[in-house]
């Protein structure tokens, strides 16, 4: 009986454990939610007086359990549940699928299976130019030229410093974990290389970013190929600085030039003032209208993704290539991506702003699995937006700022990936590198990575410049084409995972300048002092 008792006390405290830890939790919540609530900024003519919405009392918040609070739990987080499910059950589906007969499923009907997930990405990406134009125009246009000039330094300051951390970790891990050991016997080789000279790629990304015809940039952009002239069979073969040059347009979004562009609009449009404002409404109303849109597609995203997931899985040659040398080098590529995704950046964002980063992660959790099942971080950016302002409620004019910038220069997966893969290569050559090779490799690596278009894959063609820095041939981008698909989808989802800490950082380092200009309030609208540039009230769009 004695014993029984013990036993009782003992599960009667380990309870009333359980019970206090839930309450702090909750009372940190709380105190949490309270602090990032919004002020209201009321302007008289002896100056700004600010009032904030009172809070509920602060008084710390019972547990509960009932069934209402589970329901309304449940219900709060919906979306990223279902986003959840859908990934989980593509992949149930896709090995489903995949395993239920002895011979290879055709292209057409790997097409079939995907066809659901492919029409929400057209969807996803038809959003792209109009939300990248108008909200860059809208923001910046909204900010004076002092306060737009910090905003835009703080994230490019932010972007180049977290690009640089990638590559320094990256190269630590690859040259700690050595993956490469060994000889290329037993890695399977797949596509083929391409040629390319390194000044041209270098000269492509300010080409691209003074695009002569925008309406072109908006579905190709230009590239510069050279092509080996015919020579006899015993003429000796030319460098490549001496084939010829064709100016190329390929078929992908020119998103450099369109951000370029409306970078320049919305000073302009600021420098202008009131004349200004009629055609920086059309683009305020523009950008709400596609969050608008953006939040009747972000519910149809579960099925989408579960397609999408599924026709990947079965598209997939062989789950043996993730085994033995590759499956090393895949090791240390995601090992580096969840270190600095999952640690490097939210240390940087806790040092800087004083606050614990993982309620702002988890609220970014449906742009992740996004980001993820569609390979572009481009593709993202209408999940992104509704993200960080429906949930982490960023300033629109910092998100709308800062993140279609993000996308289009903030790549530190594929600046980690690309330092990782070089000196993977060059391991399996058996070259050993020098320091000055290594430092070669983390420079093009960072530059290259800024060039990298937001579409699936494009780190393959900028790879080849890393390459050619420490003399490796272009050819033996081969050796890791056959798991880069994959690759490419964790390297995705933590470049839109740097964007969104970015927009996190800068607004709140910008808090100050942005209170003093004018704040946003509950409604959403903008309010400012009656002798400045106003703007209508304009309602933002909630789910």
Not at 34 to 61: F, I, K, L, N
Request: one cysteine or more; hydrophobic letters at 45%; charged letters at 15%.
């Amino acid at each position: 009986m004695e014993i029984l008792l013990i036993t009782d006390s003992e599960r009667g405290r380990r309870r009333q454990l359980i019970i206090l830890l839930a309450e702090e939790l909750c009372y940190i919540q709380f105190i949490s939610n309270s602090q990032q609530q919004q002020q209201t900024v009321v302007w008289s003519s002896d100056g700004r007086t600010t009032t904030t919405t009172p809070a509920a009392a602060m008084s710390r918040p019972r547990f509960s359990c009932k069934p209402q609070d589970i329901k309304n739990a449940i219900r709060k987080n919906l979306l990223p549940i279902l986003t959840i499910s859908g990934v989980s059950g593509g992949i149930i589906l896709g090995i489903i699928l995949r395993y239920s007969r002895s011979t290879q499923w055709t292209k057409r009907e790997i097409m079939y299976v995907g066809y659901i997930g492919e029409l929400f990405l057209r969807a996803l990406k038809a959003l792209i130019i109009p939300l990248i134009v108008s909200s860059l125009v809208s923001a910046i246009g909204s900010l004076d030229l002092s306060l737009s000039k910090k905003i835009g330094l703080r994230a490019v300051g932010y972007y180049m410093t977290t690009t640089v951390l990638a590559v320094i970790l990256g190269i630590i891990l690859v040259v700690t974990i050595h993956p490469g050991k060994g000889t290329d016997e037993d890695i399977t080789k797949a596509g083929e290389g391409r040629t390319v000279y390194t000044p041209d790629l270098l000269m492509d990304l300010p080409r691209n970013l003074f695009p002569p015809n925008l309406i072109q940039a908006c579905f190709e952009t230009h590239k510069t190929a050279i092509v080996e002239p015919k020579i006899g069979e015993n003429d000796t073969q030319l460098p490549k600085s001496e084939w010829d040059i064709v100016m190329e347009h390929t078929r992908a979004l020119n998103i450099m030039g369109l951000v370029s562009f409306a970078t320049f609009l919305g000073l302009a449009l600021s420098k202008l003032g009131p004349k200004g404002k009629p055609l920086l409404d059309f683009f305020q109303s523009l950008s709400d209208a596609s969050m608008v849109i953006t939040s009747w597609l972000i519910w149809i995203s579960p099925v989408g993704i579960l397609f999408l997931v599924a026709s990947m899985m079965i598209e997939m040659e062989d789950f043996s290539v993730m085994l033995g040398q590759l499956g090393m080098y895949f090791g240390t590529v995601v090992l580096g991506i969840f270190i600095h995704g999952f640690v490097v950046l939210p240390l940087l964002y806790t040092l800087l702003t004083r606050k614990l980063p993982f309620r702002f992660l988890a609220n970014m959790t449906q742009a992740y699995i996004t980001a993820f099942a569609t390979a572009s971080s481009s593709g993202t950016l209408p999940v992104t937006f509704q993200c960080l302002e429906e949930k982490n409620h960023i300033d629109t004019r910092v998100t709308r700022f800062v993140i279609p910038i993000g996308a289009t220069i903030n790549m530190d997966g594929t600046a980690l990936y690309e330092a990782v893969a070089a000196i993977f290569i060059a391991q399996v050559r058996g070259m050993a590198l020098t320091i000055g090779q290594i430092v070669a490799i983390s420079i093009t690596a960072t530059a290259a990575a800024i060039g990298a278009a937001g579409i699936p894959q494009a780190g393959l063609v900028t790879m080849v410049m890393v390459l050619d820095v420490v003399g490796l041939p272009p050819e033996d981008m081969t050796l890791i084409i056959a798991v880069d698909w994959l690759l490419d989808r964790f390297r995705t989802m933590i470049n839109v995972l740097g964007d969104s800490i970015g927009a996190g950082l800068v607004y709140e380092l910008s808090k100050k300048e942005l209170e003093r200009m004018g704040s946003v309030n509950v409604n959403g609208d903008v309010e400012r002092p009656s002798n400045e540039i106003g703007m209508d009230a304009v309602e933002s769009s909630k789910m």
